[in-house]
């Protein structure tokens, strides 16, 4: 499943989307398998309650007697809401895959708005709900940066050309161009 967004930050609810004006450039970020406390950094993106979710402050914390925590602050990249939760030792979060990519806003029309991904030339519609009342920030024309949060968890068996199988994502569609990991026999992220 996919999450869209848009302009400044402009952040959405799961199956949905956000836009913020180019300048940033990063590339997508993959992760696999359980992220412990021990392994956060600032800046990292995980997945609490199945939406993104940025790691913005923390600090473990071993007391004498007991086990070891980590104080964390949080911002949730859908709603904007930051949390502050002691995270124990023995929890582990899932990885978010944000995929971001430059866009330009073509046109809008029948309540979708439309941008023409920079790279690919590929549209991409989003919805007025996901605009919501951020439209005042969006211009015809304007250069935008499209980020897609893609949920982890769901998997499915995929055949590759060459006739091997392995799980993917289940955002992944049959022709799809996919990086390999091949001694691993796994799944990296979608080919540029």
Same mark, same amino acid.
């Given at each position: 499943?996919?999450?869209?967004? %848009?302009?400044?930050?402009?952040?959405?609810?799961?199956?949905?989307?956000?836009? &913020?004006?180019?300048? #940033?450039? /990063?590339?997508?970020?993959?992760? $696999?398998?359980?992220?412990?406390?021990? *392994?956060?950094?600032? =800046?990292?993106?995980?997945?609490?309650?199945?939406?993104?979710?940025?790691?913005?402050?923390?600090?473990?914390?071993?007391?004498?007697? =007991?086990?070891? !925590?980590?104080?964390? @602050?949080? @911002?949730?990249?859908?709603?904007?809401?930051?949390?502050? @939760?002691?995270?124990?030792?023995?929890? !582990?979060? *899932?990885?978010?895959?944000?995929? /971001? &990519?430059?866009?330009?806003?073509?046109? /809008? +029309?029948?309540?979708?708005?439309?941008?023409?991904?920079?790279? &690919? $030339?590929?549209?991409?519609?989003? !919805? *007025?709900?996901?605009?919501?009342?951020?439209?005042?920030?969006?211009?015809? =024309?304007?250069?935008?940066?499209?980020?897609?949060?893609?949920?982890?968890?769901?998997? @499915?068996?995929?055949?590759? +050309? #060459?006739?091997?199988?392995?799980?993917?994502?289940? $955002?992944? *569609?049959?022709?799809?161009?996919?990086? %390999?990991?091949?001694?691993?026999?796994?799944?990296? &992220?979608?080919?540029?």
């Amino acid at each position: 499943m996919k999450s869209y967004a %848009i302009a400044t930050a402009l952040l959405l609810s799961q199956a949905s989307a956000w836009i &913020s004006p180019s300048s #940033c450039g /990063r590339p997508s970020t993959v992760l $696999f398998g359980s992220i412990a406390p021990k *392994d956060f950094k600032t =800046g990292l993106t995980i997945q609490i309650d199945g939406q993104p979710t940025k790691i913005i402050e923390f600090q473990h914390v071993k007391q004498a007697r =007991g086990a070891a !925590s980590t104080k964390t @602050k949080f @911002k949730n990249l859908l709603t904007g809401a930051t949390l502050q @939760k002691t995270v124990q030792a023995s929890e !582990s979060f *899932d990885p978010a895959q944000i995929d /971001r &990519s430059d866009a330009q806003h073509t046109y /809008r +029309e029948n309540g979708n708005w439309f941008f023409m991904d920079s790279e &690919s $030339f590929e549209e991409k519609m989003v !919805s *007025d709900s996901i605009v919501d009342d951020r439209e005042d920030w969006i211009m015809e =024309g304007m250069n935008v940066q499209l980020v897609e949060f893609e949920a982890q968890g769901v998997t @499915k068996p995929a055949t590759l +050309e #060459c006739g091997a199988t392995i799980m993917v994502p289940g $955002f992944i *569609d049959v022709g799809e161009k996919l990086l %390999i990991d091949v001694p691993n026999k796994a799944y990296m &992220s979608r080919a540029k």
